[in-house]
C-alpha cells in the first residue's frame, strides 16, 4: 500500500489510478493540475451524453428548485413520466426504478421468482446466465455473474443460480431444468471482453424460454441508451426480452437504474412485495426524462452506429494491422480491442498522454466514447492509439 492509500479514510476495494478528475464538458476532462483529457470511457458507459449535457443540467437544476425528495408511498409525476417515455420506447409495458445496476438485476431476479412463485404456481427459482457475465456486486448479482473473481471471499452464495459456456446450446439445454425460471444474458458482455452475443445463438435461447416457459432478461446495464446504435441492443437482434434492466447511461451521470418488464408480469409485484427509499425520485426521474428525451430529439442511437462503424473502420485500418492485436469487435460505440497480452500498461500511458479509456478483461482494451463524439475526435483517439501500442511493444522489444 503505497502512503497516500495508508492515509486514506477510504476503503481500499478500487485500484485507483493516479489523477483526480475535477471537471468535464462534452468529450473533454481536466484534472486538479490543469491537464486535459479525451475522454473514451464516458465513466463506464454512464456520460453517454458527454459531460455536462446543457438539457439535463437546466432540466435538473429546475427540479433542484421545485422538490428533491418524497416517498414512494405518493405519486412522484416525474416517474410516471420516465416510466411512459421507457416504456413507449420499448417493449416493456411496467417500470421499477431503482438506483443501480445491480439493484436493478435484484428486481429482475425477484421479479422472475415472483411470478413463477405466486403468478403461475411452479415454484421455480434457478437463474441461467453465462460464463464472462457481468451483473453487479450484490450477493445476487454476483453470484449471477459468470466470474470468479467477483465471488472470491464472499461464500456462502445464494443459491439457485448456475452458468454455462457462452455460444454453446447444448451445455444451456443441459443446464434447464424443472427449477430453472429464467436465462440472464447481456447482448454484448462487455465486462466480460466486449464479446458480442451471436444473433442465432440468441434466437436459439429465446426459443427454448418459449418452449420451457422461462423469462428471457436481458441485462442493458451497458449496451442501453442508444450505445450500441438502437436504444437498447435486445433491437439488433429481432427478438424481445420479457425483462431488460437499465441504469449506467439512463440519467447522464446521475446515479439512478431501472427494471422493465411485459404487462403480464405486473402480478408479480404486488404492493409491498419490493421496493426502494430513493427509486426514482423527483430529482433522478427529471434526470432520466431529460437524458432520453435528448436521446430521442438529437437521434442519438443512429449517432452511435454511424461514428461505431467510422471508429471500427479507422481502428481496423490503423491499429488492427499491428501484430499485437488479435480483432477489433464491438457493436455502435461499444468496442474492444483485443490483444495479444495484457494492456493495463497501455491504459497508463494513455492516461500520461491524455486519453482515458479502459479494459475489458486483461487483454481487451474498450473504447466508450460519448455518443456525440466526432469524426475529429475519433482520429485523435485512434492515433494516438496506435501510437501507444507501437511504442508499448518497441519497448518491450528493447
Ligand atoms: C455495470 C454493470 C452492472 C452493475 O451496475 P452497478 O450500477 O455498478 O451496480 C451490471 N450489469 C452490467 C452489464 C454492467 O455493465
Not at 194 to 208: I, N, T
Not at 275 to 284: E, L, N, R, V, Y
Not at 336 to 364: H, S, Y
Request: charged residues 20%; hydrophobic residues 45%.
Amino acid at each position: 500500500m503505497s502512503a497516500s492509500e495508508q492515509a486514506s479514510s477510504l476503503f481500499q476495494n478500487y485500484a485507483r489510478y493516479p489523477i483526480s478528475l475535477v471537471k468535464g464538458q462534452g468529450s473533454w476532462l481536466w484534472d486538479d493540475k490543469g491537464n486535459k483529457y479525451l475522454d473514451f470511457m464516458c465513466g463506464i458507459a454512464v456520460t453517454n451524453l458527454g459531460h455536462a449535457p446543457k438539457k439535463v443540467t437546466e432540466k435538473l437544476k429546475a427540479q433542484l428548485d421545485e422538490l428533491w425528495h418524497v416517498s414512494n408511498l405518493f405519486h412522484i409525476p416525474n416517474q410516471e413520466k420516465a416510466a411512459s417515455l421507457l416504456t413507449a420506447n420499448s417493449c416493456a409495458d411496467a417500470v421499477f426504478f431503482c438506483n443501480s445496476g445491480a439493484e436493478a438485476n435484484e428486481a429482475a431476479i425477484k421479479l422472475a421468482r415472483r411470478y413463477h412463485q405466486k403468478v403461475k404456481g411452479t415454484g421455480r427459482f434457478e437463474i441461467i446466465t453465462f460464463h464472462q457475465s457481468f451483473h453487479g456486486r450484490t450477493l445476487a448479482t454476483l453470484t449471477a455473474t459468470g466470474q470468479d473473481k467477483v465471488k472470491d471471499g464472499f461464500l456462502p452464495l445464494p443459491a439457485g443460480f448456475k452458468s454455462v459456456p457462452l455460444h454453446d446450446l447444448d451445455a444451456l439445454k443441459a443446464a434447464i431444468g424443472p427449477d430453472t425460471a429464467a436465462i440472464m444474458i447481456e447482448m454484448v458482455l462487455a465486462e466480460g471482453g466486449v464479446l458480442v452475443v451471436q444473433p442465432d445463438f440468441l434466437k436459439a435461447v429465446k426459443a427454448l424460454c418459449e418452449q420451457h416457459g422461462l423469462l428471457l432478461i436481458v441485462d442493458e446495464i451497458q449496451t442501453g441508451m442508444g450505445r450500441t446504435g438502437k436504444l437498447f441492443a435486445y433491437e439488433h437482434y429481432g427478438i424481445e426480452p420479457d425483462i431488460f434492466t437499465l441504469a449506467k447511461g439512463i440519467a447522464s451521470g446521475f446515479p439512478a437504474g431501472a427494471m422493465l418488464g411485459k404487462g403480464y408480469l405486473k402480478d408479480a409485484f404486488t404492493p409491498g412485495s419490493h421496493g426502494s427509499t430513493f427509486g426514482g425520485t423527483p430529482i433522478a426521474t427529471a434526470a432520466m426524462i431529460a437524458t432520453i428525451e435528448t436521446i430521442l430529439e438529437d437521434q442519438l442511437p443512429q449517432r452511435a452506429a454511424d461514428m461505431g462503424e467510422y471508429l471500427i473502420q479507422q481502428l481496423n485500418e490503423k491499429v488492427a494491422v499491428h501484430p499485437f492485436v488479435n480483432e477489433v469487435r464491438g457493436l455502435g460505440l461499444l468496442i474492444g480491442i483485443e490483444c495479444k497480452e495484457p494492456v493495463n500498461d497501455i491504459v497508463l500511458e494513455g492516461q500520461k498522454r491524455g486519453l482515458l479509456f479502459v479494459t475489458a478483461g486483461p487483454n481487451v482494451i474498450r473504447l466508450l466514447p460519448n455518443l456525440y463524439i466526432s469524426k475529429e475526435e475519433i482520429d485523435q483517439a485512434v492515433s494516438m492509439i496506435a501510437e501507444l501500442i507501437h511504442d508499448h511493444t518497441a519497448v518491450n522489444k528493447a
